[in-house]
């Protein structure tokens, strides 16, 4: 009787799965689980068993019907789309299909893969620091010393030091993500590639292109030979990458304390394309990525020597990058949660 | 800075549209901020920076159009020549400095002249460059201040008290009333000028009330200084006071300069005031302030630039920027930096000169040549782990918010959370962000509140920094995962949570983290715990050759027993026990999927009837389960 069992179950399986279309299909339904199908006229033999067997043989049987019928089912549903036209006719295929429920990843997060995918290409590593920053670190090793003219450009958040061992001013809100520069030298030698994306800090007011709390991705590379050539190719091929090839770009000096020569890299406003809008204060370009080959005194403060290796920095404003991306004409866009504006990314 | 083209074109000719010299100039380092028309003049309104003394005059900015045109420059003609002046009174003064505080201190005595207001030209250009004329006196020290960056203090001379004046550093808590009326305590340690009773100038910054120059002023001292840069900036930073002068202060001055820019002062005063010489020219210094020389080696300008430029166009170019330069050797080239470049220091300064001068823009590309490095950097950061669970969380309609890190004392006090113990900003933008979150639940709370009117299912989720400590000696900052659903059921949300363990390899009950509030389900975990626990590791386990016996089995328990402490028994009492997962509970009737697996061959119904029986006996007797 088991043997019986068994040899219905897997002839009727293999026949089930080599049905062609729905008319053997049902053919093969009725050879074997029909009223008087071979496995129907089976479980009728059961009840002539001794009493003790019939259980065990009666759930066998009871396992056979559900493979054999959970074949036919699964067998239908290709089946009937193949040859039922009839059902497809029923359907009005026009009304909009039920899309899974799924959630966004925040426009910045997507940037922010997309910039990491990039440098990795380039072959950087990608670096996390600290946000509560020290004062040297932020600055005086990166060439702004205490009383530097140039730390006006970064007005800071100083952290509360009350009860505690550090001094007023000491320890701060990172107001850029550079100062991973000189953490992530002082500990390891040339050739490095690096990138660190993070939040960083100023005091600044809130409006459309300013706010306290912003993103940026830090990046720089030292090795023997490093180029300004070098520094040109490698912000045009990755604001290309991430902004689209058509984007027009040029670059200007500028003076950051931690570089020397210092690059300022400008992108035509993806927002009026050029024309001059609120966004790029009407000028049609947008300050996107400052920049400058390593100043001595940094690469000096971490021992290296600055006659045998050279390198570059730069910095991408991420959070204006995403709003240029996006044609976003306001900065808190990107720290609103409201669903509304997140469900478009 | 402020530059009409009128003023500009007085020392240099233009040609250049005004759209392409603010190109050209942006292109060099002066970046333009604003072109403003006003009549037939145009104004440029430039961002100067921090390195860059001299661009804080018209006549800074006149040289840089120059070195790009290469042009000449028309300096304004002077003929007076102070050193060699014998004035008929000599008026007396006693000038007691240190250079440590004061390293040069250039000034002279007019006598007799009249304040009155200042003729058209002057005031013209004054407003057009944002500044208030006063009378002639204070505006012509400015107009030269302007024009030339040295800037320029008249005192009444009247008003010095017994004709002495001693520059010294204060002890702290001085009263100071500056020229425009307005009084301040002063800082310890700011340089100030005294006379025999009382501070008169505050100096590099401010001016004293008490001698300015007023309508009944008849004799002036005009003192043209050099400060000490961080001095400077220590006062004006204590006292949040800055003016045009504590700018080029803090920047470094024309040290050079203080004569030109005296016999300037001198020869206006004299012929819009009147009056005449009533003094010697102090000019009181240590050092002689001369240009000084710096070498440029050709080989390294290449190597460093990326191109080969030529040594005769390196010569132009360093030419343009009046650098004097010489060839030394056959490789280097030997700069005289003039007095009004403080900036230019080191070999990378005049490498920098010649590239900007050169062009940015004309620059080939290329890629770095040197090897990828392989050792791993410190603070290394696997964006494809997060990204793990934030597809999760995505897959399961949670969309991703991203919120600011500093929050305000409500936030806290709404959540709990006490803010003497939380990490506080000493000046915050405002009351609203004053303390850095140490969780993310408040912002989630906001977000879904805000997302109510909107919205019947909302699923959100931040993955961010909060930050711990109760004092700043030891911050600690952490990446959690918060997310918040209104419309799934703890199980769902607990899921979530399950999945995303059991994709990084993680063995630890979800529950835990999970908080019901009126709003919503939340959980809130510390993400960067997580990664240190995580185990990506996987290896292919063979499938079973044999197939499984599957069979529910449904029990009745008090309601106290877990679903857990039944799956963990069953599970216990045999080795073929493949599985045991919680399928369902109705009332107390809680249904288990058992999969029963042997790898040595199929399984008869026979052992599994054994193992069955000793599954029931085991429940009865510890939980005292019934069979359904």
């Known amino acids: 009787m088991e043997e019986e069992l068994i040899q219905i179950k897997n002839s009727a399986v293999s026949l089930i799965l080599d049905a062609k279309n729905y008319k053997e299909l049902e053919e093969l339904k009725i050879q074997f689980v029909g009223r008087s199908g071979r496995l129907t006229l089976a479980i009728k033999e059961i009840s002539k068993l001794p009493k003790e067997k019939r259980p065990e043989i009666g759930r066998l049987a009871n396992e056979v019907k559900k493979s054999i019928e959970d074949t036919i089912s699964t067998q239908e549903i290709w089946t009937k789309k193949e040859t039922s036209d009839e059902l497809r006719q029923k359907l009005d295929v026009t009304i909009p299909g039920i899309k899974p429920q799924i959630g966004h990843l925040h426009p910045m997060t997507q940037v922010i893969y997309d910039v990491v995918d990039v440098f990795k290409g380039l072959g950087y590593q990608v670096a996390d620091g600290p946000e509560i920053e020290t004062d040297y670190y932020n600055f005086t090793a990166l060439n702004m010393p205490p009383n530097a003219p140039s730390r006006d450009t970064q007005a800071t958040l100083y952290l509360d030091t009350r009860n505690s061992k550090a001094k007023p001013g000491e320890i701060l809100l990172r107001t850029q993500t550079s100062s991973m520069q000189v953490r992530i030298m002082e500990k390891i030698k040339p050739p490095i590639r690096v990138i660190v994306p993070g939040k960083t800090y100023r005091v600044d007011d809130v409006d459309a292109s300013h706010s306290f709390e912003f993103w940026q991705v830090e990046g720089f590379l030292v090795d023997e030979n490093v180029r300004l050539t070098d520094l040109f190719g490698t912000i045009d091929y990755v604001l290309k990458k991430l902004m689209g090839k058509d984007i027009k770009i040029k670059f200007a000096t500028t003076n950051f304390s931690f570089v020397e020569p210092g690059v300022d890299t400008y992108m035509e406003c993806t927002v009026c394309k050029g024309k001059g809008c609120s966004f790029c204060k009407m000028s049609g370009w947008s300050e996107i990525m400052p920049a400058g080959m390593i100043h001595p005194n940094v690469l000096k403060a971490v021992g290296y020597d600055s006659k045998k290796v050279s390198g570059f920095a730069f910095a991408i404003g991420l959070s204006r990058l995403v709003t240029l991306r996006y044609e976003m004409e306001d900065l808190r866009l990107l720290t609103n949660p409201d669903l509304r504006i997140l469900e478009q990314f | ?628």
């Open chain 2, 1 to 628: 800075m402020l530059a009409p083209l009128s003023w500009l074109k007085e020392y240099i000719d233009i040609k250049l549209s005004s759209k392409e010299l603010s190109e050209r100039l942006t292109e060099v380092g002066l970046s333009t901020e604003r072109i403003i028309r006003e009549g037939d003049d145009v104004i440029f309104e430039f961002e100067i920076t921090p390195n860059r003394p001299d661009l804080l005059s018209i006549i800074g900015i006149a040289r840089e159009i120059a070195a790009i045109e290469n042009k000449e420059i028309k300096y304004p003609k002077v003929k007076i020549d102070l050193k060699k002046v014998k004035p008929q009174k000599i008026l007396p003064l006693k000038i007691q400095t240190n250079s440590e505080i004061n390293p040069r201190f250039t000034g002279i005595i007019i006598d007799g002249i009249k304040v009155k207001e200042s003729p058209d030209w002057l005031r013209e250009r004054l407003i057009k460059i944002g500044q208030r004329p006063i009378n002639n006196i204070v505006d012509i020290t400015n107009y030269v201040m302007f024009e030339l960056g040295n800037p320029i203090h008249a005192f009444d001379y009247h008003k010095i008290k017994e004709s002495v004046m001693k520059v010294h550093k204060t002890i702290g808590g001085e009263k100071f009333t500056s020229v425009d009326g307005i009084s301040y305590r002063l800082p310890k340690g700011a340089v100030v000028i005294s006379d025999s009773e009382k501070i008169i100038d505050l100096c590099g910054i401010k001016g004293e009330l008490n001698s300015g120059t007023f309508e009944n002023t008849k004799t002036i001292f005009i003192r043209v200084p050099v400060e000490v840069p961080v001095l400077i900036r220590k006062t004006t930073t204590s006292l949040s006071l800055r003016s045009e002068a504590s700018s080029i202060f803090e920047r470094g001055v024309n040290a050079g300069g203080t004569v030109d820019a005296l016999k300037r002062c001198v020869e206006l005063v004299l012929r819009e005031a009147g009056g005449q010489i009533a003094s010697e020219l102090f000019d009181i210094k240590k050092e002689v302030f001369l240009p000084w020389k710096l070498n440029l080696e050709l080989k390294r300008l290449n190597k460093i630039l990326g191109i080969s430029i030529a040594e005769e166009e390196v010569l132009k170019l360093l030419l343009r920027l009046n650098l004097n330069p010489l060839k030394k050797t056959k490789d280097i080239i030997e700069v005289t930096v003039p007095t009004y470049r403080n900036d230019l220091k080191i070999e990378e300064d005049l490498i920098e000169e010649v590239a900007r001068l050169y062009g940015y823009n004309k620059f080939p590309k290329t890629i770095p040549q040197g090897q990828i490095p392989i050792k791993q950097i410190p603070y290394l950061k696997d964006y494809e782990i997060e990204k793990k669970a934030k597809s999760i969380l995505v897959a399961s309609g949670f969309s991703e918010i991203s919120t600011y890190s500093l929050v305000s004392e409500k936030d806290l006090l709404e959540n709990e959370i006490n803010p003497d113990k939380t990490l506080r900003v000493d000046n915050p933008v405002s009351r609203e962000f004053e303390y850095l979150r140490p969780s993310l639940i408040s912002n989630l709370k906001k977000a879904l509140l805000q997302n109510k009117p909107y919205f019947e299912k909302i699923n959100l989720f931040e993955l961010g920094k909060v930050y711990v400590g109760s004092n700043i000696d030891d911050p600690k900052e952490f990446y959690f995962l918060c997310a918040v659903s209104n419309n799934k059921n703890f199980y769902e949300v607990k899921g979530v949570i399950e999945k995303m363990f059991e994709d990084y390899g993680i063995n630890e009950e979800g529950a835990k983290y999970i908080e019901i509030f009126d709003e919503g389900i939340f959980f809130e975990l510390n993400f960067s715990d997580i990664l240190s626990k995580i185990n990506l590791s996987k290896k292919y386990k063979p499938i079973p050759k044999y197939p499984p016996i599957i069979e529910d089995l449904t029990i009745e328990v008090p309601e106290k027993i877990t679903a857990r402490d039944i799956t963990e028994e069953i599970k216990k009492q045999s080795p073929l026990i493949e599985s045991v997962t919680f399928q369902s509970i109705f009332r107390n009737n809680r249904t288990f999927h058992i999969v029963y697996q042997s790898k040595q061959g199929n399984l008869t119904t026979k052992e599994v009837a054994r193992i069955r029986e000793k599954i029931i006996e085991v429940l009865k007797q510890k939980f005292k389960a019934k069979i359904i």
